[in-house]
């Protein structure tokens, strides 16, 4: 009988060592493994290659994620980096037209330099997706929900999509974590997580991992994965595998703080709209809740004025951190268009609506009374 999330988060990639029994997976802090004979090694000849606290890691996401493998990088950006080296000059991508600023700026100044084309699409809408499609595209690539706008786009019906046509899916998950939303599931080749965010969950480690099904792609992954280099240390491996053990209960707690809080500001005089999959007010409301098991823990909203007023709320906050990134147990608080999506070209973020009263919110896991009192004085 398959175990569920709570027990896996738990169990999942993690066994007693054989040598002492030590319940928590140790940090195999080491470069180099001996070997018996040249060639003949125990399963880990270099660090770079392979290392035991790891592979722990990788085998506990891929239970998570519902994947068959999951492979970690270095960053979120690192594992992006290693998928597009798996495409070719001339291969064309359809990426969707809300992404992280860092995810725009590694399509559009450095890997467009090797040769892959890039049109940006509104995922949302399959007519959309529809009319971007070359005879070279190869992959459709999007976050749901997006980033900082929270559209939640339909991964079966894209999928649907794209199969017939031989076109891959490739998900950024980062925002719902394997405890809300399972994108394989959906019929995503790839998964891509920030685990910066969600999965450690404590703002104490820079890391990114690719979960898929398929073997043979797994394969290539990993081949890049050794030859480029970018792969977390042992530490910060540790960290991750402690930080999903309380994932399950961390999400519950960062879902019922964001509806709270959502609510509260869609009532609020100073606020002009909330963007929040758990609202009925939610364009895509009815499809985030058939996706996923819950809406997440961001949110977004718009104060009404303009920079002057939203540099005045964001100086006057306190229990919430003005801080870049997301999904910590510390709530945090971002101007998009000045901090995480500033690479973004002007016109871009004016078009998608990133406009200079645009506010983005990491709920955390504090008392939802003193969050939304904080919020309140703030605004007042």
């Known amino acids: 009988?398959?175990?569920?999330?709570?027990?896996l988060a738990i169990h999942a990639g993690v066994e007693p060592e054989s040598?002492?029994?030590a319940?928590?997976?140790?940090?195999?802090?080491?470069s180099t493994y001996a070997q018996t004979a040249p060639g003949q090694h125990r399963g880990y000849e270099y660090s770079r290659t392979d290392n035991p606290t790891r592979t722990a890691l990788q085998t506990s996401l891929s239970a998570l994620e519902r994947t068959t493998y999951a492979l970690v990088f270095s960053s979120g950006m690192a594992a992006i980096d290693a998928w597009l080296n798996t495409l070719s000059e001339g291969d064309h991508v359809i990426a969707g037209d809300d992404?992280?600023?860092?995810?725009y700026r590694l399509f559009s100044k450095v890997a467009n330099r090797r040769g892959i084309d890039f049109s940006f699409a509104d995922v949302a809408n399959v007519e959309s997706v529809a009319t971007a499609v070359t005879q070279q595209t190869k992959w459709i690539w999007f976050e749901t929900p997006t980033n900082p706008l929270l559209k939640v786009i339909d991964v079966a019906a894209l999928s649907e999509f794209a199969k017939p046509k031989g076109i891959k899916i490739g998900v950024d998950n980062t925002f719902m974590s394997p405890y809300f939303q399972n994108p394989a599931e959906l019929g995503a080749?790839?998964?891509m997580h920030s685990m910066t965010k969600y999965i450690n969950g404590h703002s104490d480690v820079v890391m990114g991992a690719l979960m898929l099904t398929d073997q043979s792609r797994c394969e290539q992954l990993k081949f890049l994965q050794n030859a480029i280099g970018a792969t977390p240390g042992p530490f910060d491996c540790f960290l991750v595998l402690r930080g999903i053990k309380s994932l399950a209960v961390r999400m519950q707690r960062h879902g019922e703080n964001a509806q709270r809080l959502a609510q509260f500001l869609s009532e609020h005089p100073k606020v002009e709209r909330v963007?929040?999959?758990?609202l009925q007010s939610h364009p895509q409301h009815e499809l985030a809740s058939n996706q996923a098991r819950g809406y997440g823990g961001m949110l977004s909203f718009?104060?009404?004025?303009g920079l002057h007023e939203a540099s005045n709320f964001l100086s006057s906050v306190r229990l919430f951190t003005l801080a870049e990134s997301l999904g910590?147990?510390?709530s945090l608080i971002e101007h998009p268009a000045i901090m995480t999506h500033a690479s973004l070209p002007p016109e871009i973020r004016e078009a998608s609506g990133i406009s200079d009263n645009f506010i983005r919110v990491s709920v955390g896991l504090e008392h939802i009374d003193d969050l939304i009192a904080d919020i309140n004085q703030a605004l007042g």
């Open 302 to 305: 718009y104060l009404r004025g």
């Open 19 to 21: 040598t002492t029994g």
């Open 23 to 30: 319940v928590m997976t140790p940090i195999f802090q080491t």
């Open 1 to 7: 009988m398959p175990h569920k999330f709570e027990t």
């Open 189 to 191: 080749d790839v998964v």
């Open 275 to 278: 963007i929040y999959p758990g």
């Open 328 to 330: 910590g147990v510390e």
């Open 99 to 103: 992404l992280y600023g860092g995810t």
